[in-house]
């Protein structure tokens, strides 16, 4: 009950962070540039072109009201129109969302499956070979831009023409995607029972998503490395130890089960920023995700598009924030609510 | 305690510091990777051996060799004097963002975390709105909205890692505020604005120091990132990020093209991120001496 109250109370604590997201993405759509209505109309638009603009969009009235106008269409779900092809961003958006969804879940799940054992490896063999291959690992990944790490592994793809993987998109072009379910194809595959397709669609999805997730890689297997070494110099360790419990015991359930606070929270704060990541690697691999979409958008200055995803991003990453405050109070019955 | 020598505090703790970090063999890396790129930097001048601008079209794209060591690209300009002309500007980017973001965020940091209470709420909660974004998201956004250019983007980082320093100096000026001799100076008649400036924000600076150090790397790649999609740095600057973007045209043939780019953006952000690793460590007040 008290659980319930907690989610409650943190549900109310959102309202004013969306408010000030939605502000914020408000002001710098409406207030930084200095002409939207020029912005919106494309850089080779005519002096009427714009002025209808401005008439059509609301431009001409004060920012109070465009501000309340904003917000009221953004409940409907009406983030303005693209520049480049004309549709409703949100239509666009939607399209793409699955694509970059597939991509950061599997990130993640390479991120959590690779990182979790390299932090606890490191810890448990501390300052020993081990642990300085995965010190040296994880400096590296905190320092590689992603775009170049992308570029690099394509290159030694196809410049040594392995013929490991495929090259960009989601499927090869004689495969049809599988019928829409959940629109991730690894999913939906699987569901439609074409092993073929889930296969070719894995092969297409390894390459990006472990571009993607060696930066927060990285991060995971340093808080796992180091809330790990904090919790096994313990007293209850020590006295699991004195009690003769074999030593992986000690390591996987006792130790590591009281080291998953720091890293659920550091994979709530690496979702968000492997959205943000999203935009470089989809761009190198070719992935037609939101992240590609917008960088698409960039080039065209395509506004109403980028601040579209901007928000859209935002909302994601406030949600998964509140995801994980609420799965601590499932985590750590310690917590006080 | 009487000091051992008479030198003054200030200089005792620097030499401290100093020779902390000479016995860490990680940072002595750190520090040597950016010494060399800020020589690097510096000289690029008398260093590079070709114009990195002007353009050569006979030599368009040659692979590294004797005369080009990391080869031409589609202009004939020579990559390795292009690399070194970059490290200016990466290393002037950084900096910038730092000295921007690190100034800002710890004055709002400091005045949230010494009135406390209303001013601090809505400057905590303004931070958290900032911090909703992921920051490279809202570097792009801003980026954009402001117009492609190497300052637009600078400004569009800046904005998005003050954040991090003003909750940073907020916790410490949290502590440092019920410390007695804050009192003292209150007592003595000192105004707010002056304690926050020379009593609260000189005693953040060790942080501030270790964090603008780590931020330093995070701010290159985000600034690189930038470039690369088109919203920092302008051809024909030799901006890192923006060389990669074009060499990707060239990745498969001239494969030169976008690698050397990336190792100096790489190698540099590595220098940053070990010597702020190490400086946290050494810097710490808990083991210390």
New interface residues.
């Given amino acids: 009950m008290r659980i319930l109250q907690y989610i409650l109370r943190r549900l109310f604590y959102m309202i004013p962070v969306l408010f000030g997201v939605t502000i914020l993405v408000f002001v710098i759509s409406h207030a930084i540039p200095g002409d939207p209505a020029k912005m919106i109309a494309g850089p080779k638009a005519s002096r009427q072109a714009i002025e209808n603009i401005r008439k059509s969009h609301g431009l001409d009235q004060p920012l109070p009201i465009q501000y309340i106008r904003f917000v009221t269409g953004l409940v409907k779900g009406d983030l303005g129109v693209s520049i480049r092809n004309h549709r409703p961003v949100t239509h666009d958006l939607k399209d793409f969302l699955p694509a970059t969804l597939e991509l950061t879940l599997a990130s993640i799940v390479i991120c959590l499956g690779v990182g979790i054992p390299l932090g606890i490896i490191s810890a448990v063999h501390r300052n020993r070979l081990p642990d300085h291959f995965t010190r040296v690992f994880s400096v590296f990944g905190v320092s590689m831009p992603v775009f170049w790490l992308g570029l690099m592994l394509l290159l030694l793809l196809f410049y040594r023409n392995l013929g490991w993987l495929p090259g960009s998109g989601r499927l090869d072009i004689d495969f049809s995607p599988p019928v829409h379910v959940t629109g991730l194809y690894l999913i939906d595959s699987l569901l439609d029972g074409q092993f073929d397709t889930f296969f070719n669609a894995a092969a297409h999805i390894l390459l990006p998503a472990f571009c993607l997730s060696y930066v927060y890689l990285a991060i995971v297997t340093r808080i796992v490395r180091s809330s790990m070494i904090e919790v096994l110099g313990q007293d209850f360790i020590i006295t699991a130890r004195a009690n003769g419990i074999a030593e992986t015991a000690i390591v996987l359930k006792h130790a590591f089960k009281n080291s998953l606070i720091p890293t659920v929270t550091i994979t709530g704060l690496s979702f968000g920023e492997l959205l943000g990541g999203a935009i470089l690697t989809e761009t190198i691999f070719g992935w037609p995700g939101m992240g590609k979409y917008v960088v698409d958008s960039v080039n065209y200055l395509d506004f109403p598009a980028i601040m579209g995803f901007t928000l859209i991003v935002a909302l994601v990453y406030v949600s998964i924030n509140l995801l994980v405050d609420v799965l601590y109070a499932f985590l750590n019955p310690r917590i006080q609510y | 305690m009487k000091p051992k020598t008479n030198l003054h505090p200030k200089w005792r703790e620097l030499k401290l510091t100093g020779r902390l970090l000479r016995s860490n063999p990680t940072a002595m890396a750190g520090l040597i990777i950016l010494v060399a790129m800020g020589l690097m930097a510096l000289c690029a001048g008398w260093l590079a051996p070709y114009d990195p601008i002007k353009l050569s079209l006979g030599e368009r794209l040659q692979p590294p060799g004797a005369v080009h060591w990391f080869g031409t690209d589609e202009m004939g300009r020579d990559i390795l004097s292009r690399v070194m002309f970059g490290a200016r500007i990466s290393l002037r980017i950084g900096f910038v963002v730092i000295c921007i973001a690190g100034g800002l965020g710890s004055v709002i940091g400091a005045v949230a975390g010494y009135y406390g209470g209303r001013v601090d709420n809505i400057i905590m909660?303004?931070m958290?709105?900032?911090l909703?974004?992921?920051?490279?998201?809202?570097a792009?956004?801003?980026a954009?909205?402001?117009?492609p250019s190497l300052n637009n983007a600078i400004m569009a980082v800046a904005f998005v890692m003050i954040p991090k320093f003003a909750r940073l100096v907020r916790g410490e000026a949290l502590s440092v505020k019920e410390m007695p001799f804050i009192a003292a100076a209150r007592v003595s008649g000192a105004r707010n604005r002056w304690i926050i400036a020379h009593h609260i924000l000189p005693n953040c600076l060790n942080s501030v120091i270790v964090l603008g150090t780590l931020t330093l790397?995070d701010t290159i790649?985000i600034a690189?990132?930038l470039s690369?999609?088109?919203?920092g740095a302008q051809p024909p600057t030799p901006e890192w990020?923006a060389m990669?973007s074009v060499?990707?045209k060239f990745?498969?043939d001239q494969?030169w093209y976008?690698?050397f780019?990336?190792l100096f953006?790489?190698t540099t952000?590595?220098g940053?991120?070990?010597l702020g690793d190490a400086l946290r460590d050494i810097l710490d007040p808990r083991i210390r001496r």
């Fill in positions: 909660r303004v958290d709105v900032i909703s974004f992921p920051s490279l998201v809202l792009m956004a801003l954009a909205a402001m117009g790397g790649l690189a990132s690369f999609i088109g919203l990020g990669i060499g990707r990745l498969l494969w976008a690698t780019p990336g953006i790489l952000v590595i940053f991120n070990i």
